[in-house]
């Protein structure tokens, strides 16, 4: 008797492991909020998450912001020995950091799918969903030696000095460098507000002709409006931003002179990973792979489906 | 420095007041630098642009000086300028939509600054004298929590002042009057109030006395905890004046807004002379030391001559400098 009620315990449990094996979690690991961008990544994730769990009741979403890299890793940890996670999306802090960790991760049997900034071994990922930095760069910077007609003055606020950084850099560098482009001067401005504001105040000061500013980024180039504005000398320039920030985008809808594009750079592509990593439990498409989104051209045409009024970024 | 022996038997360099004076040589040295370097460095529209940068910094560091002199440090000022930005332009959204008249919301907003801001600094003050806890401790905790408290009020993103009240708040930061843009006429006055209360008024004693020797200072009946509860209390009152000429700037703030404030709070007050460990120094140092770090900053966006990669190595070097300039004279 004894030993029948140790056997039915041991199926009963197994019958509820097995029909704890048929809901998936999926753990996504995000640095942060702390600039608007990675704020968007996080609406996004949570967004995408809602979206996902209610059209799939299988699937569960355990999302972890982290403040650095080092945390990050530990949240992985957490995530292999705490929720047992089956998949994992992951935005890493920095790439060197975290490529051991996640390598650890991918070694206890968890698919990985990394997004934006790609880990120093590829052969970990079983999903790369990313923007592209270089193409960004090289749209950005197309459009202003177009627009320019090959010559003009120009000054570029550069972000942190990060890989990201240098690729778009660069990406703008390869086109201007076969124009009469002169680039004035370029500094950092960190993706921060109050110092594209005063990188752009010194620039000012220093240049009494400017054609159009590169502000690379959305977040930059409220900064740099303002700076323009209070020298009162909106009229003179442009400025290409960049990442689709949904102010910038309401601009360029109404064909703002002072923002007459934007380059696509979306947070939203955190949700994009999350959708095509959850296909891989939910449906028998073939998904593993890589995906780069593209870096778009928004203007007043095509601004419309760009614009999400509701997102945080 | 101990006691002052007898004037006639030191040589006259000796009394000139170096400590005063060597910040503002630190200062004149880059400006004749930044001017050798840059044609725009002496324009009217840079130098305005400095000056009106430093306010920020400046008005904070003036509150910072009370701090450091009383033997404290506030390490959360940067975070608190943030979250009362935040709270500022959230509460004049909400009272925007209650209807109420813009004048009377911009007042209201003010208002609203400056109670957080005096709420906040009370909190840190009072966790610090009665909790018996290292200021060092209790602040580094209020800079979590503030910034965290942004961005949870920002859900992540940027908070943004309701178009409508725009343009009355603007001239606060763009305006002047008398050719001289608001921002300076603020900072001029926090500082010559901050120097009459520090240098001229017994409260202004005592925080030196604390500084110096707090047991002695306890023995000789002044009230220690409520003197450092109240230098507390006006850091957190400078922060809220800071925020009320910073949110008109560019209307918004987020979890990035006054990111290293306090550093460069602190950096300001030693530059300007005032000793780390508390017991000596003075407001119009702290003041040319805010100067001092926006004109560097400056001198490089106006010039190609360093790589941009080592901004701040040369930042960090002028600092020491600075200070290295100051402490050798003192000798």
Redesign the interface.
């Known amino acids: 008797m004894k030993r029948i009620s140790i056997l039915l315990a041991f199926l009963l449990a197994s019958a509820f492991a097995w029909a704890q094996d048929d809901v998936v979690t999926i753990g996504v690991s995000i640095p ?5 961008w ?3 990544v ?2 996004w994730a949570d967004k995408a998450m809602n979206d996902i769990q209610e059209r799939h009741p299988n699937v569960r979403f355990v999302i972890n912001t982290a403040g650095s890299a080092t945390e990050q890793a530990n949240d992985l940890q957490d995530m292999v020995a705490i929720d047992q996670i089956d998949a994992l999306v992951i935005l890493p802090f920095e790439s060197d950091p975290l490529t051991e960790p996640v390598a650890q991760v991918k070694e206890a049997g968890v698919l990985v799918t990394v997004v934006d900034r790609g880990l120093i071994d590829p052969t970990i990922q079983d999903i790369y969903v990313a923007g592209n930095n270089p193409e960004m760069g090289r749209v950005s910077c197309e459009y202003i030696a177009d627009r320019l007609g090959g010559e003009g003055n120009i000054v570029v606020l ?1 972000g942190i ?1 990060t890989v990201i950084d240098n690729e778009r850099v660069e990406g703008c560098m390869e086109v201007l460098d076969a124009t009469n482009i002169e680039v004035l ?4 401005a960190n993706w ?3 110092d594209g ?3 752009m ?6 240049f009494d002709q400017i054609d159009a500013v590169w502000a690379q980024d959305d ?1 930059i180039a ?2 740099v409006i ?1 700076a323009l504005e ?2 009162n000398r909106q009229d003179e320039m442009f400025i290409v931003g960049g990442a689709g920030m949904k ?1 910038m985008i309401a601009r360029v809808m109404e064909g703002d002179d002072l923002i007459p594009v934007n380059v696509l750079y979306p947070p939203a592509m955190i949700a994009t990973a999350m959708e095509v990593t959850a296909l891989y439990y939910v449906s028998d498409v073939p998904v593993l792979g890589e995906y780069i989104l593209g870096a778009t051209l928004i203007t007043e045409e095509n601004a419309e489906q760009y614009y999400f009024p509701d997102a ?2 | 420095m101990s006691t002052p022996p007898d004037a006639a038997a030191v040589p006259w360099t000796r009394r000139i007041p170096w400590q005063t004076l060597t910040p503002l040589l630190g200062l004149f040295v880059l400006v004749v630098i930044g001017a050798m370097l840059s044609d725009s460095f002496l324009s009217a529209s840079n130098v305005t642009n400095v000056l009106t940068r430093s306010a920020f910094i400046g008005i904070i560091a003036v509150g910072t000086t009370f701090v450091i002199i009383a033997g404290g440090i506030d390490l959360s000022v940067g975070s608190m300028a943030a979250f009362v930005a935040g709270s500022m332009i959230l509460g004049m959204n909400w009272m925007l939509g209650l209807g109420l008249a813009e004048g009377v919301v911009l007042a209201l907003g003010i208002v609203l600054a400056v109670v957080l801001g005096l709420a906040a600094g009370s909190f840190n003050g009072f966790t610090i004298t009665r909790g018996k806890i290292e200021p060092f401790i209790v602040t580094l905790g209020a800079l979590g929590i503030f910034r965290s408290l942004v961005t949870y009020l920002a859900d992540g993103g940027t908070i943004s002042l309701d178009f409508a009240m725009r343009g009355l708040i603007r001239p606060l930061f763009y305006g002047s009057f008398l050719g001289v843009p608001w921002p300076l006429w603020i900072f001029g006055a926090v500082a010559v109030i901050g120097s009459i209360v520090l240098h001229r008024t017994r409260f202004g004693r005592y925080v030196f006395a604390i500084g110096s020797n707090e047991d002695v200072a306890r023995y000789s009946a002044i009230p220690v905890r409520r003197i450092k509860t109240l230098t507390y209390i006006i850091q957190g009152l400078c922060v809220a004046i800071a925020v009320i000429i910073y949110v008109p700037r560019l209307g918004s703030a987020s979890g990035s807004t006054g990111v290293l404030w306090e550093l460069e709070a602190i950096a300001a007050v030693i530059i300007g002379g005032t000793a780390l460990k508390g017991g000596s120094g003075h407001v119009w140092g702290t003041i040319v030391g805010a100067v001092l770090l926006s004109t560097i900053g400056n001198v490089l966006n106006l010039t190609d001559v360093i790589s941009n990669y080592l901004n701040q190595a040369v930042q960090g070097v002028i600092i020491i400098l600075a200070v290295l300039l100051q402490r050798g004279r003192g000798r």
Do not use: I, K
């Open positions: 942060a909020a702390t600039h608007g990675t704020g968007g996080n609406w550069r000095p001067a370029s500094e950092y921060n507000r109050d504001f005063e990188v105040q010194d620039f000012l000061a220093r977040d409220v900064g303002a209070q020298a102010e945080a970024f």
